[in-house]
């Protein structure tokens, strides 16, 4: 009998599975004690294959590279520029000449101006002009309006520098100052081209014949700084 046991236990056990699957699904069967759940039976249902989605592309770095600032504008190349005319820094001064032909004296920038009205018709420059300006002194070069009352081209004696100068021109008789060459030689060779602050009053100059050829008796001189 008790062998017998362990064969009656199986087939007990093998018939409560039998139960189980013909019907007695949800009612635990117990053989012994022991109880036998029954087996989901439920399929597994199968959700449709889901098209494969595009990942979504990943969002590139922005691109924040700063915006050039515009580029400021750039001068073509200038073509050189010819220098414009130049004009006499005593235009402005209510004793300068505006019309007629003239002779402007900047003893400042020691230039002599051949002018026509407020047009310069030939600049010269460097002159010599006096050691001492508007000293009142006999040696002193004067500023003011003065006027052309003598004129000598030839070769002629300076005493106090004891050499020759030509193509005189005079405008300050009270001082006897006026324009000539260079100081020359007996034979009209340049000795001294000094120019600056250098002479006794008088304005000397290299280009002498031009200044004698454009002065005429009566001529305005205008002597400024």
């Given at each position: 009998m008790i062998r017998l046991l362990p064969?009656?236990?199986?087939v007990l056990t093998v018939a409560g599975v039998f139960v189980a699957a013909c019907g007695g699904a949800g009612r635990p069967s117990s053989v012994a004690g022991l109880a036998v759940e029954p087996r989901a039976t439920q399929a597994a249902t199968r959700s449709p294959a889901s098209a494969a989605t595009p990942a979504a592309p990943a969002l590139s770095a922005l691109d924040v590279s700063?915006?050039?600032a515009p580029a400021e504008p750039t001068a073509a190349s200038a073509?050189?520029?010819?220098a414009p005319a130049p004009t006499a820094a005593s235009a402005a001064d209510p004793l300068a000449?505006?019309?007629?032909?003239w002779i402007d004296v900047d003893v400042t920038r020691f230039a002599v101006r051949l002018m026509d009205g407020t047009a310069v018709v030939q600049e010269i420059a460097p002159v010599a002009v006096?050691?001492?300006i508007d000293t009142g002194a006999y040696e002193s070069t004067q500023t003011g309006l003065f006027h052309v009352y003598s004129k000598t081209e030839d070769l002629a004696w300076d005493a106090p520098y004891q050499t020759y100068i030509?193509?005189?021109?005079?405008?300050?008789p009270g001082r006897a100052n006026g324009f000539h060459s260079f100081l020359k030689d007996k034979d009209g060779l340049v000795v001294d081209a000094s120019t600056g602050r250098v002479s006794?009053?008088?304005?000397r100059t290299g280009a002498e014949a031009a200044v004698?050829?454009?002065?005429?008796?009566?001529?305005?001189?205008y002597v400024h700084l």
């Open positions: 064969l009656l236990l199986i700063p915006t050039p073509a050189t520029e010819a000449p505006t019309e007629g032909r006096g050691k001492e030509s193509h005189w021109v005079g405008f300050d006794n009053g008088c304005i004698f050829a454009f002065a005429e008796i009566g001529m305005p001189v």
